[in-house]
């Protein structure tokens, strides 16, 4: 039986306020052994980004960059995991990209007199 976990340690530390093109640096926390770490991004229009880290095995850390695009804006969601080995549970944290509204076209309106 698979149980979920929140990890209350706030295991997801992260230094940015976003813009679309940067790049997040990002590292997972474990107080025990990561087994391939997994990113998912979700937007307002569904999955934008999937990952899976298999080098962040057997680590209690691992860092990671995580690149902005606009699919991710006005705001996404974005959840790292993995499974953990010993007992099946699934050990998460997540944390929400707020861009604001960052539209590509432009709109201008003027009144006819």
Do not use: H, W
């Not at 937007?43 to 080098?55: F, H």
């Not at 944290?93 to 539209?103: A, H, S, T, Y």
Request: neutral net charge.
């Amino acid at each position: 039986m698979m149980k979920s976990y929140y990890n209350p340690k706030n295991s997801i530390y992260s230094n940015f306020s976003p813009k679309i093109g940067e790049e997040l640096s990002l590292r997972a926390e474990s107080n025990s052994l990561i087994q391939s770490l997994s990113v998912v991004v979700i937007g307002r229009d569904g999955l934008i980004y999937s990952k899976t880290y298999p080098e962040a095995n057997d680590k209690q850390s691992f860092k990671f960059n995580l690149k902005i695009t606009q699919e991710m804006a006005p705001e996404s969601s974005v959840i790292v995991f993995y499974v953990r080995e010993q007992d099946g549970d699934i050990v998460f944290d997540q944390f929400k990209v707020e861009l604001g509204f960052k539209g590509t076209n432009q709109v201008s309106s003027s009144y006819l007199t």
